[in-house]
């Protein structure tokens, strides 16, 4: 790509904040999906060895809102354990936006629903990251976000999740 026309003295650089979000219950939809292989399968070729589906969300409300995190689903991978729950993340998306099935993961974006958040602590030289722990329909007019450590009034029983049939 030619830059030779782009005077980079003229833009300012603002900071931008990527501070971990807090452990709790978050609005979210789902804003961007993509296919990609996992570093087995790429560095094999073959993408049985790991096949995944990146999900991005957009926190909708409350102090968080506009931030984005993300979501790798392994549903195709040579380890039978890891497909086994990439497979069963990936039907809780699916009873989170209300589908049974869809043609194309484009179908998922822009469902309100509600993600539980972590930060895990990192390893092997990795920052603490948020990873996405369960996922579950939005109640209408949900509040906004609680954070994990703040006291929880009494919720509904969770719904069970329905199973993706096909898999």
Known sequence: ???SNF???SVEVTEQNF????????????????????????????????????????ILDGPHAGRQVFQNLNFLNASEQAQSIGRQQLAAVFGACGVTAVGDSSELHDIPLTI??????????????NEVKKVKKARQGSPAPVPASAPVQSQPAPQADNPVSGW
């Open 1 to 3: 790509m030619d830059l």
């Open 7 to 9: 005077d980079f003295g």
């Open 19 to 58: 501070e971990l979000v807090p452990n709790g219950d978050y609005k979210a939809c789902i804003v961007s999906s993509e296919q990609k292989l996992t570093k087995k399968a790429q560095e094999s070729g073959n993408p049985a060895d790991g096949t995944m589906l990146v999900l991005r969300y957009q």
């Open 116 to 129: 539980s958040l972590i930060v895990k602590a990192g390893t092997n030289g990795y920052s603490d990251r």
